[in-house]
């Protein structure tokens, strides 16, 4: 029903395949015209001296209207292939078929009781040839032919009815269902091939609107060889490619030109070889890495091609489309450059160190030997990089790179890890004592004196190894265990070289299972504050108290402070784990009498985020705790790291009304200068020059009357801290310190202790 047009299926655009279907009709008009006029003189000639002649002037001239009818509406629809068909159009279409239809009922109704069943017969034969006509020429539009058929073959049947014909009329019934039939399948294959070719013309537009586009917008190129290779239909982008005008290339051999002085040699570059076979064999081929010559300069150019055949697959020649890519592939060769070179020290990097120790394993298990990797890290960098800047360090590491070259040769290969960590691959190291000698070598060059932008600098070095196989059989193993090494060379004071043992790494598997013990730590509320009072040092009463944090692990029991703490920081863990802290000592200081401050440690990790400031603000609102009851503690160590944002972060918390003490004044790097520019309450003294001023070093003694001379002229107060018997006690107080903090006072204790010791103050004040 949807190829006749009697319904539309809403899912495609069938106005649009309406137009397919009507535009030829205007196409051979004429002939349907012509055909009508043969059978009406055919008709007329049959039944002339049979029927009144004005009844057949009558007829021919309905006839002759009604075609004049049909063939205008047949002419409207000729631009229908370019445009939707309206409903309004396919109606008048239809009804001027049916007006044609009706007047040839008139000769088979009213003629034929003028005659017998013979000139029925014989003008049914006219009537057939034009309902095949029709249905042949009007393919495209079938619902007319099946109108034009049916109409038509009723007359006939009535006429043979009339005249008691009924094996006539029996015989015209079928003919009708068969080209009723033969109708609809004709117009489905025309609407299907109208449907192909519309398809095909969209997309040679497409094709051609995108080659314009990507001649005219687009780095690359078209080309186009003959069956000789030699170029055709030039293209202005390819001529320009090759450096002159299309006219100068065309019917140019297309080897020749890229060739460029080889050409006369026959030295070609292997690339050019691979596409003169691609172009001789007669195969496809994409994306070609081609190196050329233009105007003797080296290009590469990337090149697809595909054989031209013609209709009887006669091989034509070769079309494709090609770029340069000269700079891509330079850009390339860096990047691989890049990829396994430092591009600061120029030596190996981390990937060529590993294929490098790969091949050194597969080596010592060919010939059952030994290989060795080597990590070493420079001693005291860090605070040479942080305080002199990083191009100094830039020019250290450079030096240093420099240094460990020397000392390579054909059996090791040195390369820059990152940072300040290097490594070095022993090939074969089955000699006995290979390993450490070149250690011993490498941390005597490294340790010399180096002078860098008139700096002359210090810095030592810590090498840890592992062998192969003993030590490991992968890379990453062997890697592993030289840092594990490493590691413990630097955990004992650096300057050493420390072989990989198997205890290192039931360290490191203690180290990871304690990591993964303290992420949860706060989860599982295993963590606590302890309190140590800070007294004033002439009436010894409570004026303050140090948090100190505490882990009491469900799986590995109380760890130490000195323990947990560092690898807090290693693992920054002690941000959120800091927060926490400042959050619950602000919490319990609510419970304190009002002239009683809280002082929490913070790490340099916690200052150098950004939000650091904020989250002292939201202990402080979360608590209702006023800023100046909250003392935060830092060390001399902040500074090293990120001096300017470790300073930002402090003058923002003491904007806010909180006070700054510097603990473990003296035991770090010199900070004389941040005394001045910030504006520290409190500078803290080590325990270690109580215990030696106790013990009368001259020089602690020294150490802490000045300290207290610096405090009193910048107006700052001092604590002493490790103070743990009265005489100690004594001592201080007479040395001028203002605070003092120690076992003798009162040891670190729980919040509900704290609570109880200004109770028991206030009844012994009652």
């Known amino acids: 029903m949807a190829v006749l047009g009697l319904t539309n299926p809403g899912q495609d655009d069938w106005a649009r395949l309406r137009g397919l279907q009507y535009a030829t009709l205007a196409d051979n008009w004429l002939k349907r015209a012509a055909l009508h006029v043969l059978s009406a003189m055919l008709t007329a000639w049959l039944y002339f001296g049979l029927v009144n002649i004005w009844l057949l002037a009558g007829w021919a001239i309905s006839l002759a209207a009604a075609l004049f009818f049909a063939s205008r509406s047949d002419q409207s629809l000729s631009d229908s292939d370019t445009r939707s068909i309206s409903n309004e159009e396919f109606r008048k279409q239809n009804l001027s078929v049916l007006m044609l239809a009706l007047i040839w009922c008139v000769p088979f109704v009213l003629f034929s009781s003028y005659g017998t069943i013979v000139e029925l017969l014989i003008l049914w034969t006219v009537a057939l040839s034009m309902i095949v006509s029709t249905s042949l020429m009007r393919a495209s539009a079938p619902l007319g032919s099946v109108i034009f058929s049916t109409v038509t073959s009723v007359g006939a049947i009535i006429g043979a009815l009339l ?36 398809g095909m013309e969209e997309k040679s537009e497409v094709v051609s609107m995108l080659l314009r ?6 780095a690359d190129w078209l080309w186009q060889v003959d069956t000789g290779r030699r170029i055709r239909s030039a293209s202005p982008r390819f001529s320009f490619a090759l450096g002159q005008t299309p006219a100068d290339v065309e ?13 006369e040699s026959g030295q070609f570059a292997p690339s050019l070889h691979e596409l003169a076979e691609k172009l001789k064999s007669r195969e496809n081929f994409s994306n070609l890495i081609v190196r050329v010559s233009i105007d003797g300069q080296n290009r590469w150019w990337e090149i697809s091609g595909t054989p031209i055949l013609d209709e009887q697959q006669n091989f034509m020649g070769f079309r494709g489309v090609g ?7 330079e850009s ?18 981390r990937l060529m160190l590993n294929e490098a ?14 290989c060795a990797f080597l990590m070493l890290d420079l001693d005291r960098f860090k605070a040479i990089n942080d305080s002199l800047g990083h191009m100094v360090g830039d020019e250290l590491l450079a030096e240093v790179s420099s240094r460990l070259k020397e000392l390579m040769d054909d059996n090791t290969m040195c390369g820059r890890l990152g940072g300040d960590e290097f490594a070095i691959v022993i090939r074969d190291a089955s000699e006995k004592g290979t390993v450490d000698r070149l250690a011993r070598r490498i941390i005597r060059a490294l340790s010399r004196p180096y002078n860098i932008s008139n700096n002359t600098l210090y810095v030592g070095a810590s090498v840890g190894s592992a062998i192969g196989p003993r030590d490991g059989k992968t890379v990453e193993e062997i890697m592993r265990n030289a840092d594990l090494a490493l590691y413990r060379a630097k955990d004992e004071g650096g300057g050493e070289h420390r072989p990989y043992e198997s205890t290192l790494h039931a360290n490191a598997e203690e180290r990871r299972q304690l990591e993964g013990s303290l992420r949860k730590a ?49 693992t920054r863990l002690i941000v959120p784990i800091g927060a926490w802290v400042l959050q619950e000592a602000c919490r319990e200081a609510l419970n304190w009498p009002r002239n009683i401050r809280v002082a929490v440690n913070v790490s340099g990790e916690q200052l150098i985020e950004p939000d650091f400031a904020t989250t002292v603000v939201h202990a402080l609102s979360n608590s209702g705790l006023e800023p100046q009851r909250l003392e935060i503690e830092v060390t001399e ?25 510097l603990d473990d004044f003296g035991t770090g790097y010199s900070s004389l200068g941040y005394l001045r520019k910030l504006s520290f309450s409190t500078i803290k003294i080590d325990r270690s020059f109580v215990q030696g001023a106790a013990q009368g070093s001259a020089e602690s003694i020294a150490i802490i009357r000045a300290v207290v001379a610096m405090a009193d002229s910048l107006e700052m107060a001092t604590t002493a801290e490790g103070v743990e018997n009265p005489e100690e006690a004594e001592m201080i107080r007479n040395m001028g310190c203002t605070k003092i903090q120690g076992y003798y006072f009162g040891r670190p204790m729980g919040a509900a202790d704290a609570r109880h010791l200004f109770a028991r103050q206030s009844q012994i004040r009652a």
């Open 323 to 329: 770029s340069d890519v000269t700079e891509q592939r």
């Open 637 to 661: 160590s902040i500074f090293l790291r990120d001096p300017n944002v470790a300073r930002a972060a402090l003058e923002q918390v003491i904007a806010l009304g909180c006070t700054v003490a």
């Open 332 to 349: 390339s060769e860096k990047i691989a450059y890049l990829a396994r070179y430092d591009t600061l020290t120029g030596m190996p990097n």
């Open 163 to 198: 005249l008691g014909n009924y094996t006539a009329a029996g015989c015209i019934v079928f003919v009708l269902l068969t080209a009723i039939l033969g109708t609809i399948e004709c117009s489905k294959t025309y609407l299907i091939a109208r449907i192909a070719e519309a």
């Open 213 to 218: 586009e990507f001649e005219e917008n687009q």
């Open 357 to 370: 120790l790969r091949d050194a394993i597969a080596y010592a298990k060919k010939w059952r030997t030994r």
């Open 522 to 570: 706060l989860e599982n509320n295993e963590l606590l504050l302890n309190y140590q009072p800070v007294v004033d040092a002439n009436r010894e009463n409570v004026v303050s108290f140090e948090a100190l944090l505490r882990w009491n692990s469900k799986e590995h029991g109380f760890v130490r402070p000195d323990k947990f703490i560092a690898l807090a920081e290693d």
């Open 251 to 263: 019917g140019k051999p297309f080897l020749q030109m890229i060739a460029g002085d080889s050409w």
